[in-house]
């Protein structure tokens, strides 16, 4: 075994099924460890037993709070090969107010993930990012909140907002900006089914991804077009209870299929316009250096 491991650091995006890859992995962590791999996903990172919270609060010098965590999750785990670290709230939330003001992808992102890193104890890492045509992401992300139990209409939800103005390219290059980024392997959430287990050869150790069976479907579904309103009936209602379990009741009563189509707000000349924008967008990052593009 390695001295130290190869760090890979999986930070989403949110909505272009992170949970789906997450608990497939986390299914098969016997057989990665057997392989040379470990793997920590949210569970790890959302239960206090690592210092997510304090790092993403962190305002103080990068080194001390390293030290102050060291040797890190990366330095307890030396002698495996290769250290799996998947966590999507590193960039920040999907509905960051900030992201609608700026018509920024996670406007802070580049400076979480350094928290991150140092209280990872981590030296170098290659970033795993899946993305997502801009207008899409945002109706899942808009389906979320409303499953989370806050619901509102899309209007109030997109504001002014343009989702062709959103680019991946621009938060690709502020996080390739993060000195301890040796490099980030990308793809398109639209590519996943077919892509899956190459994301998982370039993840998981040697001989690791052969374990991970992925599964059949998909973590989390968005609403269909009746669930949702059904969902803006009850709030003009003036309804009181649990928000979040209308909307799953909704989603489960009116679930999306071919004869239940989703929640589709934006006009044709919106997709047709934002489409075009992610394809130029996805070609910048392309010829970015440093990123390595996994194609269907």
């Given at each position: ?21 997450q608990?497939a ?98 030296d ?9 045509d801009?207008?899409?992401?945002l ?121 239940e ?36």
């Amino acid at each position: 075994m390695a001295d130290h491991p190869a760090v890979v650091l999986h930070i989403g995006a949110h909505k272009t099924a992170s949970t789906h890859l997450q608990q497939a992995i986390r299914a098969e962590r016997r057989a990665l460890l057997a392989a040379g791999g470990g793997f920590f996903g949210p569970p790890h990172f959302r239960s206090g037993r690592f210092p997510f919270r304090e790092a993403m609060a962190w305002r103080g010098e990068l080194a001390r709070l390293r030290r102050r965590h060291a040797p890190g999750l990366v330095g307890r785990h030396a002698r495996m090969q290769r250290l799996v670290l998947s966590e999507e709230n590193i960039l920040g939330g999907a509905h960051d107010p900030d992201m609608f003001e700026q018509g920024r992808f996670y406007p802070r992102a580049a400076q979480r993930l350094a928290r991150f890193i140092a209280a990872a104890g981590a030296d170098e890492v290659t970033l795993f990012l899946a993305v997502r045509d801009p207008a899409s992401f945002l109706l899942s992300a808009y389906s979320q909140k409303l499953l989370s139990g806050r619901p509102m209409p899309f209007d109030s939800f997109i504001g002014a907002l343009d989702p062709a103005r959103l680019s991946w390219a621009e938060l690709m290059a502020r996080l390739l900006a993060v000195p301890q980024v040796a490099g980030c392997v990308l793809w398109r959430f639209e590519d996943y089914p077919a892509i899956a287990p190459r994301v998982l050869d370039a993840m998981l150790p040697p001989a690791g991804a052969a374990q991970v069976p992925l599964p059949a479907q998909p973590a989390h579904q968005g609403l269909s077009a009746r669930a949702h309103k059904e969902v803006m009936d009850w709030l003009r209602a003036g309804d009181r209870g649990d928000a979040a379990k209308v909307a799953r009741r909704a989603r489960t009563r009116f679930a999306k299929s071919p004869t239940e189509p989703g929640f589709a707000p934006f006009g044709a000349a919106t997709l047709a316009a934002t489409a075009q924008a992610y394809a130029r967008d996805l070609a910048a990052v392309a010829a970015m250096a440093r990123v390595t593009w996994l194609r269907a």
